[in-house]
């Protein structure tokens, strides 16, 4: 299938690697059809790219590739998706990522509204983690060697917490 988008130009993408989002993404909710979109020139960042409307795209991050330390309740994500029955293995975990600012010290990740892939199902939602110790604007690339004050400011301590899809 040939898509647009803007990020990359027009690009063929298989139609099995099509993820659906059936309420849309939250400020979005007519756009529910998304790839991710790996390239080597922006890795370890992907891009969510939404083929209905192929000006929206969002760069998205394992946590974990910055954040070893970043834990969620993945059962509890399967059940509030509705993807009861699934494997954990089956669903993959992303961060969506602000690069507006363009300064690599001040990319941040919204690690309080993870996306969730069940790679299976070829579904996807965005949850919002009530009650977390974690931020929406967690600097990716702290300023100093020293994290530990900065990961407190960000709010990025470790814990579990409340899942809602």
Sequence with gaps: MKIETKQFGPMEIEEDRIVTMSGGMPGFNDMKRFVIIEREETWPFQCYQCLDE????????????????????????????????????????????????????????????????????????????HNSPYSHQHLIFPQSPSSSSSAEKNGSTNGQQTVTA
Excluded at 112 to 124: D, H, W, Y
């Design 54 to 129: 192929p000006e929206l795209s969002f760069f998205i991050i394992k946590p974990t590739l910055f954040m070893a330390e970043y834990k969620m309740d993945m059962e509890q994500a399967v059940r509030e998706t509705g993807w009861e029955g699934d494997s954990i293995e089956d669903v993959e975990l992303y961060v969506i990522v602000n690069t507006s600012a363009g300064v690599p010290e001040k990319i941040t990740a919204n690690l309080i509204g993870p996306l969730v892939v069940n790679s299976r199902r070829r579904e996807a939602d965005q949850l919002v983690l």
